[in-house]
Structure formats: C-alpha cells, structure tokens
C-alpha cells in the first residue's frame, strides 16, 4: 500500500513566524500612518494633501487634471487619490487616514504574496519554495525608509511591482499589465517591461500585448473625458525640472553648499520641488537627460544577451534593479520617496530559492537597507537643515547618495554574473525560454 506524501509543512519555520510576521507589519504601518499624520504632517504628507486637494476639486466641482488641464502625474495617478477621496470627508487628517489605509492594503497583499508558496497543489515538497526572508526585509526597509514609504503614490507603485515580479515566471502576460497600470502611475515600473520582454516565451504575445491593451483602455477613458490632448502632459511638465537637491548628481553642489555663495538651493514654485543651482547645475541636468536613456539601453542589450543564451529567467530581477536604480542614481530628480522603487525586486530576491546567486542579493539587500535609513534622516528629519545649508544633514544626503552608487554596483555585478557564461555553458546547447 502506497503511503500517502506528507503535506507541505511549515516546520522548517519557526511556529510563531507567520504571526511574528503579521504583528510586525501591523506596529510598522501604524507607526508610519502616526509619524505621517500626527508627528510630521507639513513635511511628511505634504504631497498626500495636495491629492486631496486635487480629488475634491474633481469630485466636488468637476474640474480634473488631465482631463481639464495638464498634469505633472500620469493620469492613472488619480485612481488611488479617488479612492482615497471616496472612503472619507475632506478633511487633511480624514484624508491622510484613508490614503495610509489604501497603502497598508496594499502592502499586505504584496507580503501575504512574499511569503505564498507558488508550488501547484498537492505537490509536496522538501522544503519552501519561498521563504518569509523578502516580506520581513520589506517590513523593515518601509520602516528605515520612513513616512515618505506611505505618504507618496510610489507607496501604491511599490507593492503593485512586488505582485508583477512574483507573476512574472508564471504569468508573464498579468505581470506586463500590472506594470504598465504602475507606469500610467507613476513613471518609473515602465522599465521593467524590458526584463519581462527579455524573459517571456512569447513576447509579442505575453508582454506587448497586455501592456497594449492596458494603454488603449487608459487612453480611451481619457479620450471619453476629452483630456486626449492632455494625455502625455506628464512628459513636457517633468523636462522642465532642474537639478533636485537630493539627486545623486547634485551631491557635489550640496556638499559646496555651506562653504560657496554662488551655489543656492530655490523654490521651483511650478513643481514645487526644492532645485541646486550653481556653476555647471544646468549642464548636468541636460547631460543626465541623455546619460539615462545610453544606460536603460545598455542594461536592455545585457537583458537581451542573456535570452539569447536561455539565461533571461535568472537575469529577471538583477535586471529589474539594475533598470530600476539607473531611474534613480541617473535622474535629474531624486526624490526621497524614489527609494520605494528600489524594494521590490530585493525583496522578491530575497525570497527566491537557490544558493548560487545568493551573494549578491544579500550584499544589495544590505546595502538598501542602509539607503533606506539615510534617507529618513534626510527627509523628513534633517530637510529644513539640508536647505538651509547645514553641513552634517549635506554630508549625510551624500552618503546615502554614494550607497545608491554602490547598491547600483552590486546589482550590476549579479547581472554581469548571469551574463557571463563559463566555456562549459558556451559549448551547451541553450535552453528554451522560460514561461
């Protein structure tokens, strides 16, 4: 008599695990929500109250962006301010209250997905495919990270790219949609239409296409409201910005700061972003323009070696950070919720199976932690002292600054490690892509 297969078991975690992990992520979010809205509202939710002011102008006197008039946002960046909007009066604090509470939702269903074995039922395995290593990282890189990890529409991005990286293998064509619905957003999740082109079986089929029909219903919504004209509104608004404060490329102006008088920090009123200007400010930002758009292709032309040699699946998520934090180390921008970017594939890295490109997934998973709290530091703590030209909160923003570099580095070498195949894989015939 055959002996029936043991059921998958969670023995080989610790029995308390899974609600160690769900208390934790509750005393996190509720701690970001009370910093957010209690403690440092004026800084922190600053931008969360410019969304309510944009919804009520919406639903209360029927004037929307995009529709009516050009906008710094892409235009599926009104869905989480409308239903935010919907869940509570106008109030700042009400609002606020309902936007964390979209975001926690949000973040959930990425953890519970983190932490979901992919393993097809009634098959039994040795051991987790997945284990609860991504979702307790996350948990703590939100947490380093700040308000800034709740208080901004990257909040809704970030856990929507976790869903799409986890689906990517499986289900390439739900993970094509979820990021082209991120990138109608918030730009940024966009690039990562170029891992999953590189790593789909079909790619016309499993990728563009989704990602096609996702812009065609964008665009026809819009077009229904007759805001057409307004649609790509976003991309003339951003080519405007300055040299930001916080970005990378600023560093070298931020830390002459205190010392030089031809080197000050405005108001972009427009924006309302906080921009460096000094001797050669303006040549950089032009030049960050194009360097941006040379180094996205580069790392798509690496993506794209490794399909050639059946190797995409394993190229996925370092090119996905990779891709990721060139939008972040390269932008002109450098917003400090930008971070929230860099979460996803580390935390989908982290709980992947298999040892043989653990170590650059751990020294990226570090290094990212460390950002994440040099960034709180930054802003909102030390934000009004760093304007003000303060030399310790400046030296701090360049560390974290020079931790990017470095988190893009390491994330560079796990991709150059997939691409680089030892003369034993070169003489084997390549394998099939993977679905």
Request: charged share 15%; with cysteine.
């Amino acid at each position: 008599m055959r002996r029936p297969l043991p059921r998958p078991t969670s023995a080989r975690r610790p029995p308390g695990d899974g609600v160690a992990l769900w208390v934790a992520f509750a005393l996190v979010h509720a701690g970001l929500t009370w910093l957010g809205v209690v403690v440092a509202p004026a800084s922190s939710f600053a931008d969360v109250d410019l969304y309510r002011w944009w919804v009520h102008l919406g639903l209360d006197h029927g004037h929307w962006p995009v529709l009516d008039e050009p906008w710094v946002y892409p235009v599926g960046a009104l869905l989480p301010m409308v239903l935010a909007g919907l869940a509570t009066t106008w109030s700042t604090t009400g609002y606020a209250v309902a936007w964390c509470v979209l975001v926690t939702a949000l973040d959930a269903a990425a953890t519970l997905a983190l932490v979901s074995r992919p393993d097809r039922p009634g098959r039994a395995t040795a051991e987790p495919r997945v284990s609860t290593a991504g979702a307790w990282w996350w948990l703590g890189f939100l947490a380093l990270l700040g308000p800034v990890a709740i208080g901004r529409l990257d909040a809704v991005v970030a856990p929507l790219v976790v869903l799409a990286l986890l689906a990517a293998r499986r289900r390439p064509a739900v993970a094509s949609a979820v990021v082209t619905l991120g990138a109608w957003i918030k730009v940024a999740p966009g690039v990562l239409v170029l891992p999953l082109l590189a790593a789909a079986r079909r790619p016309l089929r499993e990728v563009v296409a989704p990602a096609a029909a996702v812009c065609a219903v964008v665009a026809g919504a819009v077009a229904a409201g007759g805001g057409l004209r307004h649609l790509t509104s976003f991309v003339t608004t951003q080519a405007s910005r300055g040299l930001q404060v916080e970005a990378v490329a600023a560093t070298p102006w931020v830390l002459a700061l205190p010392w030089r008088d031809d080197v000050a920090v405005e108001l972009n009123d427009v924006l309302i972003t906080w921009e460096v200007h000094g001797p050669g400010t303006a040549a950089v930002a032009g030049v960050l323009d194009v360097l941006m758009v040379v180094a996205v292709a580069a790392a798509a032309g690496a993506l794209w070696l490794a399909r050639l040699e059946g190797r995409a699946a394993e190229a996925l998520l370092p090119g996905a950070l990779v891709l990721t934090l060139l939008l972040v180390v390269l932008n002109k921008v450098g917003s400090p919720q930008f971070l929230a970017w860099v979460a996803a594939p580390v935390a989908v890295a982290l709980g992947r199976p298999g040892r043989s490109d653990r170590a650059w997934r751990r020294r990226a998973a570090a290094v990212a932690l460390v950002a994440a709290g040099l960034t709180q530091l930054v802003f909102p703590w030390g934000y009004g002292g760093l304007l003000a030209g303060d030399w310790p909160v400046a030296v701090v923003l360049a560390a974290r600054n020079v931790a990017l570099v470095a988190l893009l580095v390491v994330a560079a070498q796990g991709l150059a490690a997939v691409t680089r195949r030892t003369p034993e894989q070169r003489a084997a015939p390549a394998g099939a892509q993977p679905t």
